[in-house]
């Protein structure tokens, strides 16, 4: 069904598009944490203004910080290829990152992924409830444990928690599961294996809590 336009004349859509444009302007300045003076720049999130499933993941990569966009490095190409197996396009769903910038070491002349520390993680905390109050998605998926605290408001064991189903306290379900990047890192051996589970997750999360069939 067509979403009515409010008084002024704009949709639900457009409103919440504008509110996410004024938000990533803020957040292009912000040095509320140390990241903000390493990185290249804020990698805020993308996707549908409405969008109904919010794939949150850790933070950006080195590709994603040089180029302005969440998961566009290995990672994304693999979350990628699992939505495509799907038929669920990316273009449906909103995604972003729990840390909005790069946290990283460098080794050499290569800079390397660092996990971010729960300050961090805190700091940035309202950005990401920011975004979830203006696109109001009916489901979160988290990648990872970063994602799944800062989802959460607690410590998520995501190897026990995978494919299950949490809430939080606006009641927003949240599907935790791995971040495609810890199936990178894994064996390569069991890779095929770890990706068709990841994927059997993903599944879950289409459907929906209580849902037999994907949602539509």
């Not at 803020?26 to 996707?47: D, H, I, N």
């Not at 949150?56 to 040089?66: A, K, L, M, S, Y």
């Not at 290569?110 to 203006?134: D, G, V």
Request: with cysteine; hydrophobic share 40%.
């Amino acid at each position: 069904m067509p979403k009515e336009p409010d008084a002024g004349g704009a949709g639900p859509d457009d409103k919440a598009a504008r509110a996410l444009a004024r938000l990533r302007r803020k957040a292009a300045t912000c040095r509320e944490c140390p990241l903000g003076e390493r990185a290249t720049q804020t990698v805020w999130g993308e996707g549908l203004p409405h969008a109904r499933w919010m794939f949150v993941g850790e933070q950006p990569g080195d590709r994603e910080d040089r180029e302005g966009h969440p998961f566009i490095g290995p990672a994304g190409k693999l979350l990628a290829q699992a939505l495509d197996e799907l038929g669920w396009p990316r273009e449906g769903i909103y995604v972003t990152n729990a840390v909005k910038h790069f946290k990283f070491e460098w080794r050499g002349k290569i800079r390397k992924h660092k996990t971010p520390a729960q300050l961090e993680i805190i700091a940035c905390h309202h950005w990401l409830e920011s975004e979830i109050a203006t696109v109001r998605p009916e489901v979160a998926v988290a990648l990872g444990g970063t994602a799944a605290r800062a989802l959460m408001g607690r410590a998520v064991k995501v190897m026990s928690e995978r494919g299950h189903w949490l809430q939080r306290e606006d009641g927003l379900p949240v599907l935790v599961t791995l971040h495609p990047a810890a199936l990178l890192r894994g064996d390569p051996a069991q890779r095929e294996a770890a990706v068709r589970a990841w994927v059997a997750d993903l599944r879950k999360a289409q459907r929906g809590p209580g849902r037999s069939k994907p949602a539509t």
